[in-house]
């Protein structure tokens, strides 16, 4: 949504959450973001830097923040944050910044987008062959951008000239991002769950509306890896953050509104479907059946 201030920031941690089995809609994220605050305030936005992280804890998501470190060249600052994204996208994070918008004014970010994939070129190029590595991210509007590093980083003035691409990383600041690593398991029980939904977007959210939209029909579908054919899985739904656990999952199947048993021998992958409203949280979580 563009409408209040623009609703990038929780368009990011949704599409992150999907990926680890969890839907929301921007309205409740934005909540968990800024509790109390009217939506129609600037404040209520989830940003960077500022309630990221707080808002993805609520949603039982584990996340760290890029810090920067001072006393470094533009040059070396830039190659610092890209080692970063680069490490924890190997690691299975993902990782959501804050890039600049060309024809915008902001001097730290007009826009936070997920990034995608970071590819490294393998080509030297003076010992900085990171500026020839390839980053992917959404736009958070269905289109998938990409480009070097060497193409990317602009300061503000560059990132506005004619012959710029439409989102640039920013130089010459601070860098802004935040890597969610996972869903919160304190006992490392979970295994993978990725969510598809049936539309890309929610109904249109009207500017100074204090309420969301009316919700429309979505069809989800519910993946679950299963890492070993040799033991059975309990796959958990819940509706609310409130009552999702971060241990001891099976003792708390109470909290689930629905939940499903995976046989062994079920096969590498395991679908559910399901149908809610764009307005639903729909939360999954799936551990072996032996686990507390």
């Keep these: 949504w563009d409408a209040n201030w623009g609703y990038c920031g929780e368009t990011s941690l949704i599409a992150a959450g999907m990926t680890f089995g969890q839907y929301a809609s921007q309205f409740t994220v934005r909540a968990l ?6 939506q129609v305030q600037e404040a ?12 993805a804890r609520v949603m039982h998501l584990t996340v760290s923040q890029y810090n920067e470190s ?3 060249t533009d040059r070396a ?10 490490d924890r996208i190997a690691e299975g994070a993902r990782v959501v910044l804050g890039v600049y918008i060309k024809g915008s004014r902001d001097a730290e970010y007009d826009h936070i987008v997920p990034a995608v994939d ?8 003076g010992g900085r062959s990171w500026l020839n590595d390839r980053l992917s991210f959404s736009d958070n509007y269905g289109r998938l951008r990409a480009g070097t590093f060497r193409s990317l980083f602009r300061d503000r003035r560059g990132a506005n000239v004619s012959s710029a691409p439409p989102y640039s990383i920013p130089s010459r600041v601070n860098h802004y991002a935040v890597a969610i690593a996972g869903v919160a398991d304190r ?3 979970t295994i993978p769950v990725m969510l598809q939904a049936s539309r890309r977007g929610e109904p249109e959210l009207a500017d100074g509306v204090l309420l969301p939209p009316t919700p429309e029909p ?12 040799n033991q059975s899985y309990n796959l958990y739904r ?21 939940s499903w048993v995976i046989p062994a021998h079920s096969g590498a992958t395991v679908a559910f479907d399901v149908d809610v409203l764009t307005s639903d949280t729909a939360v999954f979580r799936a551990v072996p059946s032996t686990a507390l």
């Design 77 to 86: 600052r830039a190659a610092r944050f890209v080692s970063w994204m680069r």
């Design 238 to 258: 819940y509706d609310d953050f409130s009552k999702v656990p971060e241990a001891s999952f099976n003792a708390a199947a109470a909290n689930a509104i629905q």
């Design 33 to 38: 973001a800024s509790p109390g605050l009217p």
């Design 70 to 72: 001072g006393g470094l």
């Design 118 to 125: 970071l590819v490294a070129s393998g080509v030297e190029n």
């Design 218 to 229: 979505l069809a989800i579908r519910a993946t679950v890896l299963i890492p070993d054919q």
């Design 44 to 55: 209520s936005q989830l940003l960077l830097g500022v309630n990221d992280k707080a808002a």
């Design 187 to 189: 006992e490392r029980v």
